[in-house]
Nanobody, 124 residues
Framework: QLQLVESGGGLVQPGGSLRLSCAASGFTLDYYAIGWFRQAPGKEREGLSC????????GYADSVKGRFTISRDHAKNMVYLEMNSLKPEDTAVYYCAAVPVDLCELSSGYYYYWGQGTQVTVSS
């Protein structure tokens, strides 16, 4: 019934850019806080960025601050993660997640609904 689907991942060279998209089906994201996470092989899931329900407030992990930008488009029922100046250590599976609250956090346990993930590989 409630599903999130990520897209936009792929292979990119160091220093390149990608824009990830998170699309919702079965519900609207108007009153949901959204988070972006990633997980590399053998490592814990890492919170990267989040945005509150209105899109006014955002948060970023230190590892991506200044390089990644989160945004949302209520008319399209979509959330985006713009990734610039990509590094090999950014290689991971990227996930979006949603929870029906106003404020967002970077802890994975905060979120109810998760996408299946999209692979991002940064390599020359």
């Amino acid at each position: 019934q409630l599903q999130l689907v990520e897209s936009g991942g792929g292979l990119v060279q160091p220093g390149g850019s990608l824009r990830l998209s998170c699309a919702a089906s079965g519900f609207t994201l108007d009153y949901y806080a959204i988070g972006w996470f990633r997980q590399a092989p053998g490592k814990e899931r890492e919170g990267l960025s989040c945005i509150n329900d209105s899109g006014i407030s955002t948060g970023y992990a230190d590892s991506v601050k200044g390089r990644f930008t989160i945004s949302r488009d209520h008319a399209k029922n979509m959330v985006y993660l713009e990734m610039n100046s990509l590094k090999p250590e950014d290689t991971a599976v990227y996930y979006c997640a949603a929870v029906p609250v106003d404020l967002c956090e970077l802890s994975s346990g905060y979120y109810y609904y998760w996408g299946q993930g999209t692979q991002v590989t940064v390599s020359s």
